[in-house]
């Protein structure tokens, strides 16, 4: 245990200023219970703070639940102690996975290691920027709308959100439990393969989780990087929505780098797009509202009304007036029906593709602390990544340069069930 007290305690000096965790395991509740082989041994692994551990405070980084102790592992958990994982804390994110830059978190904001002084996106923050810094090896984080893929970008790391049910989401808070879904952050695609393998499968106590054959899982083992022939669709509306010249210029030098490698890219039309977010956060507000309900002040701490940031409080109030009877149809019922519309639309468009590529985020991050009173300019972070989680499909970042010394992000979209292409593009990207 002495070895892993002198990683801890590396680990606390090396994030003074960067504050991506919340908590180290300084005790070594979790660090003892890990196996001692499997395919993640001697890697050091950072959990997202809204995903359970036994023994350490779980607190989706909201005050609500700060005294709140984990009395179980999460699946993700029990299968990174079996493969060996050495989880050494809970990282940092935006209050109950609300926010889009890491800054909502009761715990204070995380900084961007790969820009510094900017937001590292969210709201999977400290996951993204403790991979990015070098402090852990691989970490893992949650994806409602982005959240895992936005940091990515942001950091310059690889992110990825696999089709939903492929993770359990048994030990996750909710935000949205119809678009959650559990993913790693990595530094390149084949550690991020490896660990999403050693997290993946079916699990009888989530009822969202798909049960597949073995082969399904071997993501390591069937990486391949060829783009030849690989047909990737790009949609014209990207362009109009991509505020930042900069990331345009990175994504179509991406774009002509799949071209040059073999690729043939297909250009097609997603007219639906600027409904996305709407679409999105009707739902969000609804799920998140019944979600929430638990948080009373009884069982779990605090009421969550009475203590929570301004963001975490907008999003329970508008979840509570759209859930009323009389407006539960104008609002949340047409919700629905746009979300069966920006479905149908994206799998008409990548029925003739193998993958859509494009940009992860429209702008780049924001400097940390800077005032910004719509939250709809917040919202628009998530453009780009919204679609994914609406159409339960697979989608990851992979780093494709930067604007003034800051990272962008190129991301790649698949088919459900196509996680092992939308790997294999983001590698042959990463090779090439």
Same mark, same amino acid.
């Given at each position: 245990?002495?070895?892993d007290?002198?990683?801890?305690?590396?680990?606390?000096e090396?994030?003074?200023?960067?504050?991506?965790?919340?908590?180290l395991d300084?005790?070594?509740?979790?660090?003892?219970?890990?196996?001692?082989?499997?395919?993640?041994a001697?890697?050091?692994?950072?959990?997202?703070?809204?995903?359970?551990?036994?023994?350490?405070?779980?607190?989706?980084?909201?005050?609500?639940?700060?005294?709140?102790?984990g009395?179980?592992?999460a699946f993700?958990?029990?299968r990174?102690?079996?493969?060996?994982g050495?989880?050494?804390?809970?990282?940092?994110?935006?209050?109950?996975a609300c926010?889009?830059?890491?800054?909502?978190?009761f715990?204070?904001?995380?900084d961007?290691?790969?820009?510094?002084?900017?937001?590292?996106?969210?709201?999977?923050?400290?996951?993204?920027?403790?991979?990015?810094?070098?402090?852990?090896?691989?970490?893992?984080?949650?994806?409602?709308?982005?959240?895992?893929?936005n940091?990515?970008?942001h950091?310059?790391v690889?992110?990825?959100?696999p089709?939903?049910g492929?993770?359990?989401?048994?030990?996750?808070?909710?935000l949205?439990?119809?678009?959650?879904?559990?993913?790693?952050?990595?530094?390149n695609?084949?550690?991020?393969?490896?660990?999403?393998?050693?997290?993946?499968?079916?699990d009888p106590?989530?009822?969202?989780?798909?049960?597949l054959?073995?082969?399904?899982?071997?993501?390591?083992g069937?990486?391949?990087?060829?783009?030849?022939?690989?047909?990737?669709?790009?949609?014209?509306?990207?362009?109009?929505?991509i505020?930042d010249?900069?990331?345009?210029r990175?994504?179509?030098?991406? %774009? &002509?780098?799949?071209?040059?490698?073999? @690729?043939?890219? *297909?250009?097609?039309? #997603?007219? !639906? =797009?600027?409904?996305?977010?709407?679409?999105?956060?009707?739902?969000?507000?609804?799920?998140?509202?019944?979600?929430?309900?638990k948080?009373?002040?009884?069982?779990?701490?605090?009421?969550?009304?009475?203590?929570?940031?301004?963001?975490v409080?907008?999003?329970?109030?508008l979840?509570?007036?759209?859930?009323?009877?009389?407006?539960?149809?104008?609002?949340?019922?047409?919700?629905?029906?746009?979300?069966?519309?920006?479905?149908?639309?994206?799998?008409?468009?990548?029925?003739?593709?193998?993958?859509?590529?494009?940009p992860?985020?429209?702008?780049?991050?924001?400097?940390?602390?800077t005032? %910004? &009173?719509?939250?709809?300019?917040?919202? @628009?972070?998530? *453009?780009f990544?919204? #679609?994914? !989680? =609406?159409?339960?499909?697979?989608?990851g970042?992979?780093?494709?340069?930067?604007?003034?010394?800051?990272?962008t992000?190129?991301?790649?979209?698949?088919?459900?069930?196509?996680?092992?292409?939308?790997?294999?593009?983001m590698?042959?990207?990463?090779?090439?």
């Amino acid at each position: 245990m002495a070895g892993d007290m002198d990683l801890i305690a590396e680990l606390e000096e090396g994030d003074r200023g960067l504050n991506s965790f919340i908590v180290l395991d300084r005790e070594g509740v979790v660090l003892k219970k890990r196996a001692k082989k499997g395919k993640l041994a001697g890697l050091k692994v950072g959990v997202k703070s809204n995903i359970s551990v036994d023994g350490l405070p779980v607190t989706a980084a909201s005050k609500t639940l700060e005294n709140y102790i984990g009395s179980y592992d999460a699946f993700v958990v029990e299968r990174i102690r079996e493969e060996g994982g050495s989880i050494v804390g809970m990282t940092n994110m935006d209050e109950f996975a609300c926010g889009s830059s890491g800054e909502t978190s009761f715990y204070n904001e995380t900084d961007n290691p790969s820009a510094p002084g900017r937001i590292p996106g969210g709201s999977s923050s400290g996951s993204a920027a403790s991979v990015a810094a070098g402090l852990v090896d691989v970490s893992i984080g949650s994806d409602t709308g982005g959240s895992i893929r936005n940091p990515a970008s942001h950091c310059g790391v690889v992110g990825f959100k696999p089709t939903y049910g492929v993770i359990s989401r048994y030990g996750l808070l909710d935000l949205a439990m119809s678009l959650d879904q559990i993913g790693p952050l990595a530094r390149n695609v084949e550690s991020s393969a490896l660990l999403l393998e050693a997290i993946a499968g079916h699990d009888p106590r989530d009822e969202t989780s798909l049960d597949l054959e073995k082969g399904f899982y071997n993501f390591t083992g069937n990486l391949d990087p060829r783009l030849e022939d690989k047909r990737l669709g790009y949609a014209r509306e990207f362009d109009s929505l991509i505020q930042d010249k900069g990331i345009g210029r990175v994504i179509h030098k991406a %774009i &002509d780098k799949f071209s040059s490698s073999g @690729a043939e890219i *297909i250009d097609l039309s #997603l007219p !639906n =797009l600027k409904i996305a977010l709407p679409t999105y956060y009707l739902n969000v507000y609804v799920e998140f509202y019944s979600a929430t309900r638990k948080y009373d002040g009884r069982r779990y701490g605090h009421r969550i009304e009475t203590v929570c940031g301004e963001e975490v409080l907008r999003r329970i109030l508008l979840g509570k007036y759209i859930t009323q009877r009389e407006y539960s149809g104008r609002y949340y019922r047409r919700a629905l029906q746009a979300r069966s519309v920006l479905r149908r639309e994206l799998m008409d468009a990548l029925r003739d593709v193998d993958v859509l590529v494009g940009p992860a985020v429209p702008k780049l991050p924001h400097k940390l602390g800077t005032r %910004i &009173d719509d939250p709809m300019v917040m919202y @628009a972070y998530d *453009i780009f990544t919204v #679609l994914a !989680n =609406l159409a339960g499909i697979p989608a990851g970042v992979v780093p494709a340069g930067e604007t003034d010394s800051i990272p962008t992000g190129l991301h790649v979209m698949g088919k459900p069930l196509g996680d092992q292409k939308v790997l294999d593009v983001m590698y042959g990207f990463e090779q090439y």
